[in-house]
Structure formats: C-alpha cells, structure tokens
C-alpha cells in the first residue's frame, strides 16, 4: 500500500501522510486491531469445530485447570499471526530488510508452534514436538535470521553489544556475536512461551514489550534522537516500529477473546512467534540487553523454572509449590485474575525501568 499512495503526495496533500513512521505505526496498530475483531469469531468457532475437546490440559498442573480450561480451543496464535503479518505488509516499507527479516522469524517460529499444537491435539497430549526437535529448528531460524542481520546492518555494528547506560561502549563479540543473537531470539521465544499459563497472562507483557520496541526502533533509527539521548543509530530500524505497532494491535485484538475467561489459548503457534519476534527486534536495534530488562516477566518465569529443576535434581527438594512462577502463587491461593493482573503491573513496571535505559546514560 506505502509504494501505491506515497507517490500520490504530490498531488493530493492527505497522502502526504503515509510518509510518516507515526502516522504508518498507528493505521498498523488499528489495522491489526480491526483485523482481529473482524476474523476472531470465525477462527474461534473453526478451532472450536476442529477441535471438539480443545487444548489438552495437563494433569500435573493446578487441579482447578481441569475444570476451568477444558474445551477451551488452543492455536489462537494463528489470528495473531494474520493480522500482524497482513497489517505489516500493508503498513510498512517492504523495501527494507528487517522488516523481512522479522517478519520470517516470526512466521518461522509461529510455524514450529503450529506443528506442536497440531500434534497435541491429534494425540490428545501435553506432548508435541520433540523438545530437541522443536529447539533445532528454532535455533536453525534464528541462525539465518543472525546471519542477514550481520549482511545488512551497518559494518560498525554489525556484530556488536550495546551496553545499557554506558553512550559509547560498543563491544565487538565478532563470531560469537551469531550464537549470542540466537540465543536471544531462542530464550526470548521460549520465555513467553513458558509464561502462557493462564488467560491473558502472557499476551499483555507481549504488548508492553512491543510498544516499548516500536519506541526504542523508532529512536535508533533516527539519527537526531539517537544522538540526542547517545544511544547507538543504527540505520533503517525505524521501520520495524511499524512491525511493533501490528504486533501490539493483534495483541490487543487477541486480549479481546483471550481475557478471563479465555475464549480461546494462543497455543505455542502464538507464544513462540512473538517471543521469537521481540527477540529478533531486540537484536537488529542493538538492545538485546534492553529486552532482558523490559520483558524481565519472562525472565522471573524462565529463571523460576530453572531454579525448580536444577533444585529438585541436585537436593530432591523444590523451591517453590509450582513452577512457573504464576502456578506457584495459584497455589498459594491467589485467585487466577489476581495473579494476571498484578503480574501485568510487574511487567510495566519493568519495562518503565528498561525505558530508563534510553536516558541514563
């Protein structure tokens, strides 16, 4: 749409206003958002229909979830992942290479979730992919997604770390710069994965994160604010604030059928694709350490889980009643809005400090 109407600026003044980042980050933000309230109830009821028992729920997780959640349809990503992907390619300047580029590790990412979901579901199990499987191919995406950033970005940052509030400290991890960027599109995909437990809960902090990225990109790919607040420019980045801005109208139009109680779960097909896709933001604007930071909900999640296993195989016992960490307030008996609610809190107040980052400097 941006190649059809910026050229008409010349003549009619109002199209004038596609050639501006804000302008095209808001009809993104909305588009996806309408996109989302249109298809909604007709996927929901395709996945009802395909469905019939809906998600499989675990039998060792909190006993109140096989009542409450059962029947409930899973794959809900898949409209997440339609009207971010339409929106995008609508929206944004397809002539720019991260925007593909993200745009592959989301759909990637989304694709590898779909295939577990699938398998879930036809088995009647937890279990989906095979966990060594589901990794490789997640870790072969972000490999040739790491491999094009390098390509295209700017060769004096091309296989750098920024560090937050230090204005000039670059550091060049040369080769290992690949297997860093990997990792954080891995762990950021698997992080919000592992935070999708309960209705709402994990679709929120995916919205907060993706607003504070469509910042952050927008800021970093402008050379007057990247040197007014000395952070690092990075050339081109602007764009993918309209990425962000799709990601948080589907997430919006998602909440709308996920609020409690959940019409319908994201599934792995949504939690691995915007995880992915947060992750690979993180890496191309060079605020990869920002992310930890701003998504640090994710990071208590993931941290929680580790911390439960390495405990339970080295001393039998478990540090907490449950993990991930929201299962363990379930158990305290913390009603399930309580603990959404008040984690969505936590993840504003974390990304207001990741925020802090861009001036402290």
């Not at 002539?95 to 577990?116: H, R």
């Not at 992919?129 to 390098?150: M, N, R, W, Y």
Request: positive net charge; contains cysteine.
């Amino acid at each position: 749409m941006l190649t059809l109407l910026v050229p008409l600026a010349d003549e009619f003044q109002v199209f004038n206003l596609f050639r501006y980042l804000t302008f095209r980050t808001g009809g993104a933000v909305l588009t996806a958002l309408f996109i989302c309230f249109v298809l909604g109830p007709g996927v929901i009821s395709w996945l009802k229909a395909k469905q019939r028992e809906g998600q499989p729920i675990r039998t060792d997780g909190p006993q109140s979830h096989l009542l409450t959640k059962k029947g409930t349809p899973t794959m809900g990503g898949v409209l997440i992942l339609l009207s971010l992907a339409v929106s995008t390619l609508l929206w944004a300047d397809l002539t720019n290479a991260y925007v593909w580029i993200v745009l592959f590790v989301t759909i990637g990412f989304g694709a590898i979730g779909f295939g577990d979901d699938y398998l879930k579901l036809t088995r009647r199990s937890h279990k989906g992919l095979p966990g060594k499987g589901k990794l490789a191919g997640q870790i072969l995406i972000a490999t040739a997604a790491t491999l094009l950033v390098v390509w295209v970005a700017p060769e004096d940052t091309q296989t750098h770390l920024a560090v937050p509030f230090f204005k000039d400290l670059l550091i060049n991890l040369a080769w290992f710069f690949v297997p860093f960027a990997v990792f954080v599109m891995v762990g950021a995909s698997n992080a919000v994965n592992l935070t999708d437990g309960l209705d709402g809960l994990a679709i929120v902090p995916v919205m907060i994160v993706a607003a504070c990225f469509a910042l952050i990109a927008y800021l970093v790919g402008n050379t007057v604010f990247a040197n007014y607040l000395q952070i690092h420019y990075v050339a081109g980045t602007g764009e993918l604030a309209v990425f962000c801005g799709a990601l948080v109208g589907a997430s919006l139009g998602f909440l709308w059928f996920n609020a409690p109680p959940a019409m319908v779960f994201m599934g792995d097909t949504g939690s691995l694709s915007c995880g992915g896709a947060l992750g690979g933001i993180a890496v191309i604007t060079k605020h990869e350490l920002v992310l930890a930071i701003v998504g640090g909900l994710f990071v208590l999640e993931t941290v929680s889980v580790m911390i439960q296993v390495l405990s339970f195989k080295m001393t039998g016992k478990r540090v907490f009643r449950m993990a991930p960490l929201h299962h363990h307030f379930e158990q305290k008996g913390w009603a399930e809005p309580t603990v959404v609610i008040r984690f969505w809190i936590i993840a504003m107040v974390l990304a207001l400090i990741g925020l802090s980052t861009l001036k402290l400097r």
